[in-house]
């Protein structure tokens, strides 16, 4: 079974400040990664994904993570934080190979300080 | 290509009454996912359809059931509305046959059950 621990319900940064959203998660198998945001009253979009070949991956937004697999960890990243970051954010993770269903961690919402 | 659509937006039902949440996605996916959002429990799966014709239970499904009417379309109908099943209820599509697990997700649909 899969699961997914999100580290700080509630996390804020100033605004220019690195935005680190922790993730951490535990599988059988090599599995696939996700992040969303969620911004007030929408529904999720995808930020960014991992499935196999290079660790550090790049999405929408300026948001990049980095799978560790030692650590078990997939962090989200961001070098300079801006007000429009100011969401919530999923980490999910599924061990692939045919399986429909995605594991969410319960959301880190990030607030930016201007 | 307008993604995962929803309707309605906004719902208010009184105790006991019943409603049909629909949902259809115009990115030919075979897998179709109805979720609940509740402040700190993150996501949770109701129910799903990894193909056309098929339905399985998810985390949560008491209370609700669904039909999967086409390929595109998805419905999560609840017969006799209880309180707790205030919620934020997204529908969300993949294609996990086809080595794309990464979910697409609509608005949502805000409920509320008095």
């Known amino acids: 079974a899969q699961s997914v621990t999100q580290l700080g319900s509630h996390v804020s940064v100033s605004e220019g400040a690195l935005v680190l959203l922790r993730c951490n998660y535990s599988?059988?198998?090599?599995?696939?990664l996700f992040w969303y945001v969620q911004y007030p009253n929408q529904g999720l979009q995808l930020l960014l994904k991992y499935t196999t070949g290079a660790t550090l991956v790049k999405g929408i937004n300026g948001f990049e993570a980095e799978f560790k697999k030692s650590e078990t960890s997939f962090h989200l990243t961001k070098p300079s934080a801006h007000m429009s970051d100011a969401a919530e954010y999923f980490c999910a993770v599924t061990p692939g190979a045919g399986s429909y269903q995605l594991t969410f961690g319960k959301g880190t919402k990030l607030s930016v300080i201007p | 290509n307008a993604g995962v659509t929803q309707t309605p937006k906004f719902q208010v039902l009184k105790t006991g009454q019943s409603m049909t949440l629909q949902c259809a996605q115009d990115m030919n996916h075979n897998s179709m996912y109805w979720y609940r959002q509740d402040p700190g429990m993150g996501l949770r799966l109701i129910y799903y359809s990894a193909s056309e014709g098929t339905t399985d239970k998810g985390e949560v499904p008491n209370g609700y059931n669904v039909s999967r009417l086409n390929k595109r379309e998805f419905s999560l109908r609840l017969e006799s509305a209880a309180p707790s099943q205030t919620s934020v209820y997204f529908c969300?599509?993949?294609?996990?046959?086809?080595?794309?697990?990464?979910?697409?997700f609509g608005p949502g649909t805000r409920l509320t059950v008095t």
């Open positions: 599988s059988s198998v090599p599995p696939y």
């Open positions: 969300a599509s993949s294609d996990p046959l086809m080595g794309s697990y990464e979910q697409y």
